[in-house]
């Protein structure tokens, strides 16, 4: 008879276990115990480190390019430019950033070591810190808008206008000619409004340029002049005139003043006795056409006429001379006692260069081109009557490739 099985002591059992057994529950058990807590690799002042350096990659695998400085960047951008900036010259901050620089961000050409320093990060996450926050770079607090940094540069940089007596006349000339309406406000449109002896209101102040330097090509590729800028509030500034022509823009009540009018030629109510001659008009068409459509503040039509307006444009949409659309009056300027014919041939032959080539099909399919529209700015216009007030338009000539007018040379 077989012997029933008895179970087996604590001690028999362990006995009967071998050391393989006791490998593999070792090993099971193992999977559920708890985690060790992984000492930190980075310090937090390395962390801060890498973590801005995080912000530059993002910004290059966004933009394709690394991050720049320059007063018209946006703050953040400025920032980072200021931390690569460090980065690039601190031999140990390349080291600890090195296996994250898959873009070669880093290696910048203009990057150099400082020579025999060991880097002090301490000193780099400071700066970064102070620049980005109390706690950490990559939260920024309170920081104002790129315009209104800007906006607050630019005026800390004026100074006390020393020979202010000399522009004070000036200043108090051009005051009474705009209440006695010799002068009236335009809007800014074009930075070749700004000009040596031109009068502007920025800021709830008067500006006259009173000097232009020669004009430069600056970093972006664009045309740019110091200037000599008096306010008339006794202070002076030699900013660029893209910095005067943003604050132009960006100033909701920024005007330009325009210059005096000599006589009744374009005045807003005719002398004693003398009728009224016609408006000079200027219109912007509606067309669809995609030329037109993509340059539409600055196609124009330019006529003169004796009668009114609104009743000259009032089938514009089935005139081939309006493009078979509708239009609207940007401009209007009274005359008086001249040949309307003549004025406008006069306007005609200034802006002969600019005018507008392109044919479209009339009412009937007939090809037909359009004569007396323009690719000109609504600032040139401007300019333009301003100067046939004067007597001074036989001078100049419109250019398109300067995009204002010039002297007859």
């Known amino acids: 008879m077989r012997k029933a099985l008895q179970p087996l002591c ?5 006995a009967a276990m071998s050391n393989s057994d006791l490998d593999d529950l070792a090993g099971e058990l193992a999977d559920f115990a708890p985690a060790k807590k992984k000492q930190a690799a980075y310090t937090a002042r390395e962390e801060r480190i890498i973590a801005g350096f995080e912000d530059i990659v993002r910004f290059f695998e966004e933009h394709g390019r690394v991050p720049q400085h320059g007063e018209d960047r946006d703050i953040f951008e400025r920032l980072n430019a200021v931390r690569l900036d460090r ?7 390349r080291a600890l950033l090195s296996d ?5 961000i880093l290696a910048e050409p203009d990057a150099s070591p400082v020579d025999g320093a060991d880097p002090d990060l301490d000193e780099l996450a400071s700066e970064l810190a102070n620049l980005g ?9 309170h920081v104002r808008s790129a315009e209104e940094k800007r ?25 009474q000619e705009l209440t006695s309406g010799t002068r009236v406000t335009r809007p800014f449109e074009l930075k070749a409004e700004i000009r040596p002896g031109a009068f502007f209101i920025v800021g709830g102040l008067i500006t006259y340029v009173a000097e232009m330097d020669d004009i430069f090509t600056n970093a972006q590729g664009r045309t740019d002049a110091r200037l000599r800028v008096i306010f008339d509030n006794g202070t002076e500034s030699g900013m660029l005139m893209r910095s005067l022509q943003r604050q132009l823009h960006d100033d909701d009540a920024g005007r330009r003043i325009t210059d005096p009018a000599p006589g009744p030629l374009f005045a807003d109510r005719p002398e004693d006795g003398e ?5 000079i008009y200027v219109l912007r068409s509606k067309s669809d056409h995609p030329f037109v459509a993509e340059h539409r503040q600055v196609v124009h ?32 300027y009274k005359v008086y006692g001249v040949n309307c014919q003549k004025l406008e041939s006069l306007l005609h032959k200034v802006f002969a260069a600019a005018q507008l080539d392109l044919t479209i099909p009339d009412r009937f399919g007939h090809i037909v081109k359009p004569r007396e529209w323009f690719v000109v700015p609504l600032s040139v216009i401007d300019d333009t009557v301003e ?4 007597r001074s338009i036989t001078s100049y000539r419109y250019s398109p490739t300067d995009g204002q007018l010039v002297a007859n040379g």
């Open 10 to 14: 604590g001690s028999a059992k362990r």
């Open 87 to 93: 980065l690039r010259v601190q031999e140990g901050c």
């Open 100 to 104: 994250m620089d898959r873009h070669g």
């Open 133 to 141: 926050g109390e706690d950490d770079i990559t939260q920024l607090r």
């Open 151 to 175: 906006a607050a540069e630019e005026i800390a940089r004026r100074d006390k206008c020393h020979d202010f007596e000399k522009f004070k006349p000036l200043f108090e000339q051009v005051k």
């Open 275 to 279: 009728a009224e001659t016609g408006i």
């Open 301 to 332: 039509k330019i006529g003169v006429t004796s009668g009114a307006v609104e009743t000259r444009i009032s089938n514009a949409e089935k005139s081939s001379t309006y493009l078979l659309a509708g239009v609207d009056v940007v401009a209007t």
């Open 387 to 390: 100067r046939i007030r004067d």
